[in-house]
């Protein structure tokens, strides 16, 4: 060992011994037994494995049957009803969560922090508040995960960073952790996010590479992946990710999930752990929630937005949740993009957004085409990557940790060089000042004409695709079209979970076209989804629009 020591790089010994301490936090009776990874074709990565349908949480027999039963059986309104009256303790809400994540982090390297003891401590606080005839708040008992970045006191945040493992833990929460802990909320664990939080792959070289649930061979998505994964698992009832060019809906289309990203500021994202001074602010990212059924969406929207998270982050908007279910016209008016050509979607999207708009249309809701031209999708992405441009801090902290790149940046750094300069000419020659200039003009440009395009053709909503593909093979997603675009406008966004891709013929794209390689037998059986949009500031809508959709979808059958 000592002769190793010599030679191994530090960033390589600093991300084992991390890596180690995670494992040892956690409880030895919550291992997967050695004989059930001997019948496991490893690495994981490296083979399609769909762990849901080997139900591998349920045969290593760490969970009692009751708690099989809270995890499995329950959505979030339904376990904050029984823990508001008593029928669940949270301590055992919480110790059913933290058992089933512990499993679900060993078997996708979900997970980045877990404070088990700490949440349980928190569990006995809240039933001896019930006991005493009172609830802490809407959230009473419920245990929610988060994504890494979030700061929870007296953990890590190092979000993947070989160079953040000598901090010290948090010494203040996050502002929405401050308010989800005032609402009743039990914050247990922290989930797992790509190097730099700028890919849909979320590997670093501190956690590992997070695994999809459905076939370990393709990507949780990313950067919000690590909730992507264990809320597949169901290891979570409600999971907060982050969005800034699609981190939220990214691993909820990949993982057959809910995922809101709200118009920024809404909920707020203050003290959160970044890099880089924070002064350049060119593209406001959204926090928002994940869930495996879309009322806990609205569910934790509606908490937070009613208790005013103005009071706790100096830089969310002042404006309380509105109640707009009785303004919803019971027949709705959708424009609908289907594609632009330069980013093609992959036959299994294509006809999951095809049967989705049809079911619509069924149900009597009009449904109006809109076109590539109109969307100018191609030109959002162009300009929001190069407002992404202007920071490199990032790639800074990782040559400063001295670890190496992970494989997805090279592959999104080779896609960017492709988008040129179409939409936005001569902007390598200009100066810095005149480059910011020059992209806020063009995105108020594009913003101006989706303004007269929701007046043009007076849309309630806009449903079109989360992605050209679904989970695809690691490291090969990409750049993020679909999503991205939504963060330029700063729109609300629903990705809602419908149907799952068949096998069909593989097909190549066509020359100056963007777009994942398609392995149709690879890709059978991943989840397909839609997404669901409104303009800036109608979150409200949003959700209420995107219950619409989900119930004519699956005709009121619940999917948790």
């Known amino acids: 060992m000592d002769h190793h020591a010599d030679t191994t790089p530090v960033w390589q010994v600093k991300a084992w011994k991390k890596r180690e301490d995670c494992r040892n936090k956690i409880p030895k009776q919550w291992l997967i037994p050695e004989t059930m990874w001997e019948n496991l074709p490893l690495p994981l990565a490296e083979n399609k494995v769909d762990l849901i349908d080997l139900d591998i949480i349920r045969r290593c027999n760490t969970l009692t049957a009751r708690e099989l039963d809270i995890t499995e059986n329950h959505n979030v309104a339904l376990l904050l009803e029984k823990l508001a009256t008593g029928q669940f303790t949270a301590v055992e809400v919480t110790t059913a969560f933290c058992k089933r994540a512990s499993v679900a982090g060993q078997l996708t390297n979900c997970l980045t922090e877990t404070p088990f003891d700490t949440a349980l401590t928190r569990a006995q606080e809240l039933d001896l508040l019930r006991e005493s005839g009172k609830l802490k708040g809407p959230l009473h008992g419920l245990p929610i995960s988060v994504k890494d970045c979030l700061q929870i006191a007296g953990t890590q945040a190092t979000i993947g960073f070989t160079a953040y493992l000598d901090q010290l833990p948090s010494k203040h929460n ?24 700028m890919t849909a792959d979320s590997e670093n070289v501190i956690f590992g590479r997070t695994l999809n649930p459905y076939n370990t061979m393709l990507t949780a998505g990313g950067s919000s992946g690590g909730e992507g994964a264990l809320l597949a698992l169901r290891g979570s009832p409600l999971g907060i990710g982050t969005d800034v060019a699609g981190s939220i809906r990214i691993p909820a289309l990949c993982c057959g999930l809910y995922g809101f990203k709200p118009s920024a500021s809404r909920i707020p994202d203050g003290k959160q752990q970044g890099y880089g001074s924070g002064g350049l602010r060119t593209v406001y990212g959204s926090v928002g929630p994940l869930a495996g059924d879309i009322d806990a969406l609205e569910i934790l929207t509606r908490a937070v937005l009613s208790a005013r998270p103005a009071l706790y982050d100096p830089g969310a908007l002042d404006i309380p949740w509105r109640e707009v279910a009785t303004e919803i016209k019971p027949k709705l008016r959708f424009g609908f993009f289907l594609e632009d050509q330069a980013f093609p979607l992959h036959p299994p999207v ?51 940790g001295g670890e190496p790149p992970i494989a997805s940046r090279a592959v999104i750094a080779s896609l960017k060089k492709g988008l040129g300069s179409k939409f936005v000419p001569d902007f390598e020659e200009m100066a810095p000042l005149d480059r910011l200039s020059t992209l806020n003009i063009k995105r108020g440009e594009i913003i101006a004409d989706w303004h007269r395009l929701w007046r043009k053709y007076n849309l309630d909503a806009v449903i079109c695709p989360p992605a050209q593909n679904t989970a695809v093979e690691h490291d090969q997603y990409g750049l993020t079209p679909y999503t991205s675009f939504l963060n330029l406008l700063d729109y609300p966004a629903c990705v809602i979970p419908f149907k799952r891709a068949k096998e069909y013929p593989d097909f190549a794209k066509e020359e100056r076209q963007c777009m994942p390689y398609y392995n149709g037998k690879l890709l059978k059986g991943a989840p397909c989804s839609v997404q669901v949009f409104t303009s800036r500031l109608r979150d409200e809508e949003c959700l209420a629009i995107a219950r619409v959709v989900d119930q004519c979808l699956h005709k009121g059958r619940a999917r948790y």
């Open 174 to 197: 996050s502002c929405l952790v401050e308010m989800l802990l005032d609402l009743g909320a039990v914050l247990y664990v922290k989930t797992n996010i790509p190097q730099t939080l």
């Open 350 to 400: 294509r006809d999951a957004l095809q049967d989705a708009v049809s079911c619509l249309r069924d149900e009597g809701h009009e449904i109006v085409p809109l076109s590539a031209e109109e969307c100018h999708m191609a030109k959002a992405l162009e300009v929001i990557w190069k407002f992404f441009s202007f920071d490199n801090s990032a790639s800074e902290v990782v040559a400063q």
